[in-house]
């Protein structure tokens, strides 16, 4: 079946406008994580949404960013006033979640690379 | 708090050698995940392995084997008779406990097989 998708792939923008980031995640995973990758680093996780419960927000770098998922499925990713140091790779994760099992596999999408200029 | 740390950043290795990646793990929690991810060139993350803390067994899976051992905080990975297509970026992840399902990246370990 489809995987996790993202798009757009490649995002260039100026510095203080906004953008918008979206992840469609496999049919039928309840949890959603995105998570941003800088350049030849690790990933750091940004938000985590689970179900209808209150998502996970502390990742989120600064209140310039924030997330939604609307319906229990698609995600989108908002910064607003990009800056600089917002340039990296932005990952969108779905996972089937089952809360007696404890955290399940993360399939990830192929990225949005951001480049604020 | 929870944190994942991958000490090597970069490894190089010859076609066919043994290489082992080290991940230790800190976390005040009883029941915890560990996972170990693989990045490719191509750059879109695969999973390869899930373990629970309770499940301190090691595991091989063809030509890859685990090594989990609590005493010392670490789940380390082995990669047997390796490929020129191992050559990725490997990441070691924690999630679980009273982190929920947060997931806790290491900073990854480069993997270069030569041919």
């Known amino acids: 079946g489809a995987g996790v998708s993202q798009s757009p792939s490649n995002k260039v923008t100026e510095k203080g406008k906004d953008v918008e980031l979206r992840c469609d995640p496999i049919?039928?995973?309840?949890?959603l994580y995105w998570y941003r990758q800088s350049l030849g680093q690790g990933l750091e996780f940004l938000i985590y949404f689970q179900g209808n419960s209150a998502p996970d927000k502390s990742g989120l770098p600064s209140d310039r960013f924030s997330a939604e998922r609307t319906g229990g499925s698609v995600s989108t990713l908002t910064i607003q006033r990009t800056q600089q140091e917002d340039s990296a790779v932005y990952l969108c994760?779905?996972?089937?979640?089952?809360?007696?099992?404890?955290?399940?596999?993360?399939?990830f999408g192929p990225g949005t690379r951001l480049t604020v200029l | 708090a929870q944190k994942v740390t991958q000490a090597q950043t970069e490894i190089s290795v010859v076609e066919k050698e043994d290489v082992t990646l080290d991940c230790v793990y800190e976390t005040r929690d009883t029941t915890y995940y560990l996972f170990w991810y693989k990045q490719p060139p191509s750059g879109e993350l695969v999973f390869l392995i899930r373990r629970n803390s309770f499940d301190e067994q090691n595991e091989i899976s063809g030509r890859y084997s685990w090594n989990f051992q609590k005493s010392t905080s670490s789940f380390n990975f082995t990669i047997t008779a390796s490929q020129v297509v191992d050559s990725a970026v490997y990441f070691c992840a924690l999630s679980g406990g009273t982190g929920g399902f947060k997931t806790i990246f290491g900073a990854g370990t480069r993997l270069f097989v030569k041919a």
């Open positions: 994760a779905s996972s089937l979640e089952k809360l007696a099992g404890g955290p399940d596999t993360q399939y």
């Open positions: 049919s039928g995973h309840t949890a």
